[in-house]
């Protein structure tokens, strides 16, 4: 008997049932059923025929055959094992376009598992989505491209400009590794079972050349002390790494507050700290 390919495959609802799998809360499962869904966030991403996607979390598999529909080769990080027989029967549809890694995304060597330049593609689980995030913008594995499903509140936190409520750390170190936008906005009702709260897909795309490492650890370290206490003036706040001084020296005024610093003048308090 031949496989069917992609396109011959059952909808995700009926596939679900058919392996008897309900969601799991406690491994944040939110799924998207929709493949018009799935397709407008594959869409986004930009991937196309040759490349290599990384995708945390692909659960029923939904955006992961949007994925491969694109002509991109997939390797996916599930945790939970009751999925790997369904996704399984997925990579048979696509040519074997799809690996499947069973692990902990935050354990996982991605650049080994990549082997090579590859794009991250992710409806992430919620309770992991912002250590992931800050392990690819810091750690050693440098994504061509991220296209990452968050809680609509970390979204705006990644993407924040100076002047929006959600500006903090999130934005300031995204926005020094990265460019970040808000590319789609999607309510509670369109996941199953729907979570609590609404999502949107952020775009991040490194920006050339990479910054530094030095600056980005130096950075880390800024801003968890300014915004750590958000309200109060950078000369007492960044007191520990040097306070009005340092301001001075980073040519930031030492009686502004970190939310209305932008991130230019934050690379500037971590140059400053370099020494
Ligand atoms: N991509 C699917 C979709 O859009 O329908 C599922 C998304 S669901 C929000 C998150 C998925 O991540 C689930 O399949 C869950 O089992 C998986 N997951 C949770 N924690 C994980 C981790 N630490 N590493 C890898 N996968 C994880």
């Known amino acids: 008997m031949t496989s069917p390919t992609l396109a011959d495959l059952p909808p995700l609802r009926e596939v679900l049932a058919e392996h008897d799998l309900l969601a799991n809360k406690s491994f944040g499962q939110h799924f998207l059923l929709d493949l018009n869904i799935t397709r407008k966030i594959a869409r986004l991403s930009g991937v196309g025929e040759g490349d290599v996607v990384i995708e945390v979390g692909p659960g029923p598999g939904g955006l992961t055959r949007a994925l491969l529909e694109t002509g991109a080769r997939v390797v996916a990080v599930e945790m939970d094992k009751r999925f790997i027989p369904l996704l399984e029967e997925l990579s048979a549809a696509a040519d074997g376009r799809l690996t499947i890694i069973q692990g902990d995304a935050l354990k996982v060597d991605m650049a080994a598992i990549a082997g ?50 959600a500006y903090g750390r999130l934005a300031v170190v995204s926005q020094t590794v990265c460019s970040a936008k808000v590319v789609m906005d999607l309510p509670a009702r369109a996941f199953t ?69 932008d991130v230019a003048g934050f690379q500037a308090l971590a140059r400053a700290v370099m020494g």
Request: one cysteine or more; glycine letters at 8%.
């Open 116 to 165: 090579g330049p590859a794009h991250m593609v992710s409806n992430l689980p919620y309770n992991v989505g912002t250590p992931l995030l800050i392990n690819w913008l810091t750690g050693p594995f440098r994504p061509l491209s991220m296209t990452l499903m968050f809680q609509k509140e970390v979204a705006d936190r990644i993407a924040a400009d100076v002047d929006d409520d």
């Open 193 to 261: 079972p729907p979570p609590k709260v609404a999502s949107a897909v952020v775009r991040l795309v490194p920006l050339e050349p990479a910054p530094d490492k030095a600056l980005v650890a130096a950075l880390e370290k800024v801003t968890a002390a300014a915004f750590g206490q958000r309200r109060k003036m950078l000369r007492s706040s960044l007191k520990g790494l040097g306070g009005g001084a340092l301001c001075e020296k980073a040519g930031i005024d030492p009686d502004a507050r970190a939310e209305t610093i």
